[in-house]
């Protein structure tokens, strides 16, 4: 037999990653312009160099000059044509404010300012989110993130029905998350059914699961009813525990959550799990201990497994 395919180098797999993710990305959520939290976003601008659908951008006030201020710290002569495009959206009590933001263009480009209903950021077939503004002593956005219901296949069921897999699996699952159960599905073998009958014969309809994100918040009244507008009952809240309980006065001082406040907003929302991250570096050592503290008030607390060892 001829000899096995090389391997390709680490960097090439990593490059093959990094592109898989670019071409999906449609949808940028920032929660706020403090380093730590944007300067993520320079290692994606590069990789949208090239000729891809404008990428929409979410984020509190003034998050638009930021974007821009990070295009503008770039050498563009050599991307011409090709440099990246986004469509930041700024939001601004009821109204989301939108801009164009081009590398090469200075300034964002003011866009028509649209009405932004329950804080509902974006709407389509494949997700709702919402978003509420907090205070860190500068605005910051917390997030819920609702995706469709999902439509599993079952392998053993086609296999059964000697059904070989195709497009048309992709016709079934929109016409079931449309809920157009009427709809014909044409079979590779050419047979029609509906697909309420598919449906049921060959899928598993999941429902959707919603998560909550938030970080860099002060632990005041009005900070926790605005999250707990948009995380109560939620499947998984991701919520900063940025300091161990002992050192509530650095919380305040910063405008962070302790980890019995994260624990406390976990229980009162309702949520299945919870994800805390966040944490300061002085915790870098002793990870556990952040973890225990807040897993003795909210036990359904994840954590990774080198922790839990």
Known sequence: PPP???????????????MCIRDRVTDVLITHAHADHITGLLPFIRSRIGEWPVCRVYGPPGIADNVAGLLAGILWDRAGQRAPRFDVRELHGAD???????????????????ACVDGCLLSDEHVTIHAVELDHKTPVLAFSIKPAANVRVRSDR???????????????????????????IELPGGEVSSA??????????????????????????????????IAAGAHTLCLEAAFCIADVEQAER?????????????RQAGVKQLIPFHFSRRYESDAAGVYAEIAQIFPNTI???VVKQ
């Open 4 to 18: 096995p395919p090389p391997t390709p180098p680490l960097d090439n797999l990593r490059r093959q990653r990094q």
């Open 96 to 114: 989301i404010r939108r801009f164009i933001v081009a590398a090469g263009q200075r300034d964002p480009e003011p866009q028509a300012t649209t």
């Open 158 to 184: 086609l296999e059964a029905r000697g059904l070989e897999p195709g497009p048309w699996l992709t016709v079934l699952r929109d016409k079931l998350l449309a809920g157009q159960s009427d709809a014909q």
């Open 196 to 229: 309420s009958s598919l449906g049921v014969e060959l899928c598993i309809v999941e429902p959707p699961q919603r998560l909550g994100y938030a970080t860099d918040l002060s632990d005041t009244p009005s900070n926790r009813a605005r999250l707990l507008e």
């Open 254 to 266: 910063t405008g962070h959550l302790t980890t019995r406040a994260c624990a406390e907003l976990a």
């Open 303 to 305: 954590m990774p497994a």
